[in-house]
């Protein structure tokens, strides 16, 4: 049973010693190194030029690397028929979270007014909103966006969610689809963009969306940043409207280096490094959708195509 690992960002050299270890009985195969395309039975994927699975004739699973994987459905040619699985990995959860749960102390905390006052040697002690009236929303309350808004409840702030269908079990509010995105953007401070790239939330985070928020409020983009209309919201900074933003995520990524995000002083930015797959959680499970599929069983955490995630 052969392998394939094509990646452009993740060290295949770790990914290879993890398959050695548990799951000698499959050859792992660096996509850039020799190999006959059709002796490849699995695919193991993440950024990659459009068309690299192509020449794959044989492929039975496409495993992603990810959690998101909105820009490999965008490949017109991936691989239409063969199963397709993404990652759901406690430890890439966890350091979104940890991340969110940053960003938010962060605002909440003021450090972003209190930097601007230390510049100014300036001793200055602003009111301090309690917790409890802190309301953050969370856009997106999967796996992965849950986990954050519980966080974020469990620090004792007022969380809310945001999802395109009704959840009844989450223990926060969620508002559920377009018609009440207005409301949801209207009692949130914090928002946090934890949705999946999909047609319908492509530029959700536009002019309308950062209007409809409170004046003063923070946006955190951990998702993609094509959920996010770039100039709308460099408008909406410098009008004032909004107080500031932090992007783990742009688009392109890398931003380019003209981009005014770069040198806005209320613009945090990171190299979409929220969470990173650590193939010492995240290789167990695609091994174990390796071997289901050979013992003919379900498999985990399938994409649905039509929804996009
Ligand atoms: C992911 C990511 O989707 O790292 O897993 O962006």
Not at 8 to 35: L, M
Not at 108 to 121: C, G, P
């Amino acid at each position: 049973m052969k392998l394939l690992f094509i990646s452009n960002s993740d060290r295949v050299d770790a990914w290879r010693a993890v398959f050695a270890e548990q799951a000698p009985e499959i050859d792992f195969v660096d996509a850039n190194a020799p190999h006959d395309p059709d002796a490849i039975d699995f695919a193991l994927v993440w950024q990659y030029p459009p068309g690299a699975l192509k020449p794959y004739r044989n492929l039975k699973l496409v495993s992603s690397l990810g959690a998101g994987i909105d820009h490999l459905l965008r490949d017109p040619d991936f691989p239409a028929h063969v199963p397709f699985v993404r990652l759901v990995d406690s430890t890439l959860t966890d350091g979104m979270v940890e991340y969110a749960l940053w960003a938010t102390l962060r605002y909440h905390r003021q450090t972003v007014e209190y930097a601007d006052f230390q510049a100014a040697s300036d001793w200055h002690p602003l009111p301090a909103p309690a917790t409890r009236e802190r309301r953050v929303g969370v856009a997106g309350v999967g796996q992965i966006g849950g986990a954050v808004a519980r966080a974020i409840q469990n620090l004792g702030f007022d969380v809310a969610g945001w999802s395109r269908s009704a959840k009844t079990d989450s223990g926060f509010k969620v508002y559920a689809g377009p018609a009440a995105w207005p409301e949801f953007l209207a009692r949130t401070q914090i928002l946090i963009c934890v949705l999946p790239l999909t047609q319908a939330t492509t530029g959700l985070l536009d002019a309308a969306c950062f209007a409809a928020l409170p004046r003063g409020a923070f946006v955190v983009n951990i998702a993609r940043g094509l959920h996010l209309v770039e100039t709308d919201l460099l408008a909406a900074l410098d009008s004032g409207h909004l107080a500031h933003a932090t992007l783990d995520v742009t688009a392109p990524e890398p931003l380019p280096t003209a981009s005014r995000l770069w040198r806005h002083p209320r613009v945090t930015l990171t190299p979409h490094i929220a969470s990173l797959t650590d193939p010492r959680t995240a290789a167990p499970q695609v091994i174990d959708n390796i071997r289901r599929l050979c013992a003919g069983m379900p498999l985990a955490n399938v994409v649905d195509r039509a929804n996009g995630y």
